[in-house]
């Protein structure tokens, strides 16, 4: 084990050498026994972090459902050390360790699933591969601050940065970025936050420093409805839906800035032999550009009216209208972390100490709202691997977990370095 580590250590220095980037500050975190120790610790006894994994990822975080997966979090954090831990207003799990200096750096992961109440949240395990759904996105972050408080408090660490625990609520879908705006926005914490970190997933060479701008509708048509023979002749919304998603589904956007729209849901009606009172459809409108997410939002819109007016004036002679109620359920802003910024810095040359290369890359995350704000944010996964988020079928292997964790407590460390070089 601890050889395996050490050869680790040389592997990362190594490449790190060749890759000609700043050695001196891995070098000196790597000559600090206190860290050495810690690293060696967490690969020889991760164990329990697998078991802990699976415990959380079996409490059920539904979307705005997150309370029971909160008190558990909670709960961890009060057990792992830290006593101020509690539940915030919107519902997030908030935890202070206090550091010796002013900056404030906060180290997050997301409560929620996409997965509703009734889904059977239940682990497979089968070797080192974790079967679940949630259980890569987000259980890998949630476990991963937990792993990285014990190794801060098992090896009596000192950070000069004040770091921030945090599980945010409502990141995934309509919960629209509800918790790490309210965090940024109306707590306590608004504007005494300097650096923000989001755990979401696995993978330790993963690096978004971009946030991809959405916007999001829930388009409702309503009409007077009536029998489909007897009341033949009068407006139908779900004649009109179809209008607005042919409009909608045929708009041309450019392929740089990225920018992308998608239907999602449909629904609505009261049988096959009824002309609904109701229809609507949610749609995703995504870009990596304020401007080029406006252009399409405004052609959506068009397309909302146009579908609908049709539909008016083909029925015209009934004497009946549909009306129409675009509503904004999604909206978050786009941004960018500097790649000069100390965050990213400790990001990517912790990365490169646990043997990976970084990846930088674009996302919609909780790090939109501080990015959106100037505040420098990265999401970054953490250890092990994964796949097939959103789907039944999600897995994680928890390989090389620890890697994820030794990263973590790398990154803490030299942000505090890179902070004061700044
Ligand atoms: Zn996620």
Known sequence: MIRAAFQGFLTALVGAFFLSVPVQAQEDLLSRSDVVRAFERIEASYAPYV??????????????????????????????GIENAHIDDAGNVIALRPGTGEKTLVLSAHLDTVWPIETDVAVHRE???????????????????????????????????????????????????????????????????????????AG??????????????????????????????????????????????????????????????IGGGTSVNTIPQEVWMEVDMRSTSNEALADLEE???????????????????????????????????????????????????????????PSTGTSSTDSNIPMSMGIPAVTIGGGGSGGGAHRPEEWYDFRDAHLGVQRLLAMVLLFDTFSNEQ
């Open 204 to 265: 330790p060479a993963r690096i978004v420093t971009g946030a991809t701008a959405s916007k999001r509708y829930r388009v409702t048509v309503t009409g007077p409805g009536g029998h489909s023979y007897g009341a033949f002749g009068i407006v139908n919304p779900a004649h009109a839906l179809g209008n607005i998603m042919a409009h909608f589904a045929s708009l041309a956007v450019p392929s740089d800035p990225k920018t992308t729209y998608s239907i999602g849901r």
């Open 51 to 80: 078991d802990l994994q699976i415990a959380i990822s079996e409490v059920p975080a539904p979307p705005f459902g997150e309370t029971e997966r909160a008190l558990f979090m909670r709960d961890l954090f009060r057990e792992g």
């Open 299 to 357: 052609r959506f819109l068009a397309a909302v009216k146009t579908g609908v007016a049709q539909e008016n004036t083909f029925r015209k002679a009934s004497g009946t209208e549909l009306s129409v109620d675009p509503k904004l359920i999604g909206d978050r802003p786009t941004g960018q972390t500097a790649e000069t910024s100390a965050l990213y810095r400790a990001a990517a040359e912790s990365s490169r100490l646990v043997g990976f290369e």
């Open 127 to 201: 070797g080192t591969r974790l079967t679940a759904p949630g259980i890569l996105d987000d259980a890998v972050g949630l476990v991963s601050l937990l792993a990285l408080l014990d190794v801060l408090e098992e090896g009596g660490f000192e950070t000069e940065t004040n770091l921030l625990f945090v599980g945010t609520v409502g990141e995934e879908g309509l919960g629209d970025l509800k918790g790490v705006k309210h965090l940024f926005r109306e707590s306590p914490w608004a504007g005494q936050i300097d650096a923000f970190v989001s755990i979401d997933g």
